[in-house]
């Protein structure tokens, strides 16, 4: 069974790729993790998932952090961390604005959980 942790949880592409990774029968855990600042939201997408979780049937573990340290062991990691578009701004000012904070952000994968897929 695997532990598949979403970087990135508070987003919409976090948060629907929560509830599909939850159909997946090899899947045991799921934990979300988000920025510091963002506990209120990350507690209610959980419990929103919970509930949803319930009413499909399935009985996986599900959790929150915003502890990097607590990624380690992921068998799989989903990054959807990143900032939104602006408006006005340029496509290719927000892909190297993302390409910074996903490069950041998988150094720190490597770190504490180096065997992990991302």
């Known amino acids: 069974m695997a532990k598949v942790t979403i970087i990135g949880a508070t987003g919409q592409v976090g948060t629907y790729s929560a509830h599909t990774i939850s159909a997946i029968p090899h899947v045991s855990e799921i934990l979300l993790f988000g920025r510091t ?33 607590d990624i380690a062991e992921s068998d799989i990691v989903v990054l959807s961390a990143g900032i939104p578009r602006k408006p006005g701004q340029d496509r290719l000012d927000l892909a190297i604005a993302n390409a910074r904070i996903v490069a950041e952000i998988s150094r720190q994968i490597a770190e504490v959980s180096p065997s992990s897929m991302i």
């Open 37 to 69: 600042g963002r506990e209120n939201l990350l507690a209610g997408i959980t419990q929103d998932l919970v509930d949803s979780f319930a009413a499909c049937g399935t009985g996986m573990e599900l959790g929150w952090t915003t502890d990097m340290e």
